[in-house]
């Protein structure tokens, strides 16, 4: 009893004296005076307090903390360090007591675990406890020492995790994985780690489960290792250095670790960079935004609902069709990603509708990575699914079928509609004379509908065949337009005028194409030079046979020529690349005027010219360079990335500890 307080399994040293000596700081005189509990300021006791030093008011406040169940939070640490003391010398010098101090130990922690100082020397004197093998290091004790620690694993902790899963021949779970690489020497610090933890950890998680399938498993090295206790009693750290009353741990080796669990590091660093826009996103737009969800790795985003699933969902209601590819404005998607109305995108926002569609599980056709064209608000586009895995088209192929399309729907449609039997023999001619991929011919489907439904002629981009193409290239693509016109029901005067166009387009005589409908039976001599209308019908069973044999066969030599020469050509991805090396503050200088770069403050150009000659700056550099051009580091980096992120799509420089990254992909953008 003390002041009508009882203590019930108090699990502390008494002695009935008013003093003893120099036994423990931890131990409570009931002889000595004791006041009144009395409130005091934060960190009253100071540092190691001991019990024989405590005021007779601070004794009044550790019994009634004692008395209460020591549970009151917002009780001083100090007492609670008092109290540990005892648990600490009861365990490792008395040895006993073993398992209810454990469970006091934890149950200590779920009160005052937040305090960084208890948190160290509780868990270690659990970790201990398990290292001399007075407690089983159990899945759950070790996945709670895991947490306790947090982003810093002492070595004990290590030694004791490793050497458990190497003498019980066990595989290192995803959760026990993440721990140890994620605190590793050679893990990345990033930001990523806290603005996106969780991510990371679910990710990092499903890589090892799908890379190392089973689990890495610790093996047992020859030696063993010798692990001393560092005490949090001022009492037992004395008596540490002089009598070690604290057994030692004797604990397995591990053989070649670092061999074996740098993969494990290097997969942790490919995390943290795959979730590097993400984390950008998340810090600028919030965790449920679109733009922070298309970010996420695609292996994050299927077990997650698109922020905007439902709105795409009635979109896609909406523009359904009975047959054929849904076509839907691009400005019904782009309101979709909060993007105001403008005659034309900019090639940031045409990316970004893109990325979005894919995120959607399809893909638009046509798709602005391949054309290099931005779209205008009121273009329609196919929504498409592609039947194999979706990715851009692999080569040239596709770039060729696709201006082939164009010009030959351009003749087909002169006349005024597509007829089905028309549209069939395209398709087929794409697929099998290009040898088109099943992707690539869902493509060239999807912008016939689209072309279709705009009957439009796409002149700017026949005027580019004469720069894409050399002359034999040109001279085949003529051929399978001839051979596309004359498949289905004979030439129409007015399908005759687009083949007649497309060949001056081209560079070749238009009067072959009269020639070549003579020779096939389309015109009769007279007809074809007085430019009289013919019925189609008169003369399509008057086709010359082998003429049309003939052309066919030209054709398909003309295919083996363009399909020769694009082999050895770069995809339409890359096009539009060189190895010539272009200055980055050159290509800025030249695009400021009317470019994305107009919108960034005039008064940062001086330090973004400066900023793109180099990939990467030690900030100790930068931060210097900034100074020089009348700004402060922190402020230029705020707004360049505000402006990259907004114009460009992405955030221009990654702000690191020591080292600052420039994204060059973003620095020779075109607009």
Known sequence: MAFGHTLNSPLIYVANTRKYGGFDASLLCLQREIAPPRLEPPKSLGYWPQTSELKPHQIGNYVQWLAGDRSDPSIDIGYVFLYFYGLERRALVDKQDIEPIAKEVLRLLSIYGTQSSFRQYAAGLLTHMVLIRWLKPTPKLIAKLISLYGKSLPENLRHLILGHHAREGLALSPDVAL????????????????????????????????????????????????????????????????????????????????????????????????????????????????????????????????????????????????????????????????????????????????EFVETMGSSLEPDVRITGKNYGWNDHVAIIRLPDTPTLPQDRKYELASIIVRLAMEVALADGALDPAERQVMVNFFENRLELSRNDCTRITALMDVLTHENASKKALKRSTLADFTPEQRESIGRFLADIATAVGGVSDAEQRALERHYKALGLDKKRVAALLVELGERSPASALAGDEISIEAVSLDLNLDRVRALREESEHAAKILLDAISTEESPVEKGTSDETVSPVATISTQTSNGVWAALRSDMHPFAFALVTQASWPRTELDALARQHGTSLAAAVELINAWADEHLGDFLIEDGESIILVNMSLVNVRT
Not at 191 to 208: G, Q
Not at 238 to 253: F, V, Y
Not at 301 to 308: A, E, K, T, V, Y
Request: with cysteine; charged share 25%; hydrophobic share 40%.
């Open 179 to 354: 721990a140890l690489a994620s605190t590793d020497e050679l893990a990345m610090r990033s930001t990523v780690t806290l603005r996106a933890k969780d991510e990371l950890s679910e990710l990092f998680k499903k890589k090892y489960a799908a890379k190392f399938s089973g689990g890495i498993t610790p093996l047992l090295g020859e030696k063993g290792t010798l692990i001393e206790y560092h005490p949090g009693s001022p009492t037992l750290l004395w008596h540490q250095h002089r009598t070690n009353p604290i057994p030692s741990a004797q604990w397995p080796t591990i053989k070649q670790w670092r061999a074996t669990f740098n993969p494990v590091v290097a997969l942790w660093n490919e995390c943290v960079v795959e979730l590097k826009q993400y984390a950008r996103k998340l810090n600028t737009h919030g965790k449920d935004s679109a733009v922070a969800f298309e970010a996420l790795p695609a292996t994050l985003q299927g077990d997650r609902i698109h922020p905007s699933r439902k709105a795409w969902d009635v979109m896609l209601v909406e523009f359904v069709p009975e047959s054929g590819s849904i076509l839907a404005p691009i400005g019904r998607i782009a309101a979709l990603r909060d993007i105001e109305q403008r005659k034309t995108l900019t090639g940031a926002q045409s990316r970004s509708l893109v």
